[in-house]
């Protein structure tokens, strides 16, 4: 299995980034994702969550107005789209299913 996440960077109050995992070994179309984040000095956060076939997700309500989760099965990918990026909303970011995470892509939003 395996799990890249790329799409993070440092980027100004108010800007977007639209994050990216990468996935294979497992039969992506079948598995709910996440993406989870870990802020400095904090524990381990999820953000988002889709089923499968993209027909259903939640996205906690910090950020729920802001961040939006999609997959393209075809491409066996994972997104989240940022807009109107907090400092708050500074983490390294990871996809991940069941208990298993990638390799996350930080991001870090300037004030």
């Known amino acids: 299995v395996q799990l890249q996440a790329f799409g993070g960077g440092l980027v100004h109050a108010g800007g977007s980034l639209r994050l990216s995992c990468v996935t294979s070994g497992f039969t992506f179309a079948r598995t709910a994702m996440k993406w989870l984040r870990q802020a400095p000095g904090e524990g381990l956060e999820r953000v988002s969550t889709i089923n499968g076939d993209g027909t259903w997700s939640h996205t906690i309500d910090s950020v729920k107005d802001r961040f939006t989760i999609s997959r393209d099965n075809g491409k066996n990918t994972l997104y989240l789209q940022m807009n109107n990026l907090k400092p708050e909303d500074s983490a390294v970011y990871y996809c991940?299913?069941?208990?298993?995470r990638g390799q996350g892509t930080l991001v870090t939003v300037s004030s």
């Open positions: 991940g299913f069941n208990d298993i």
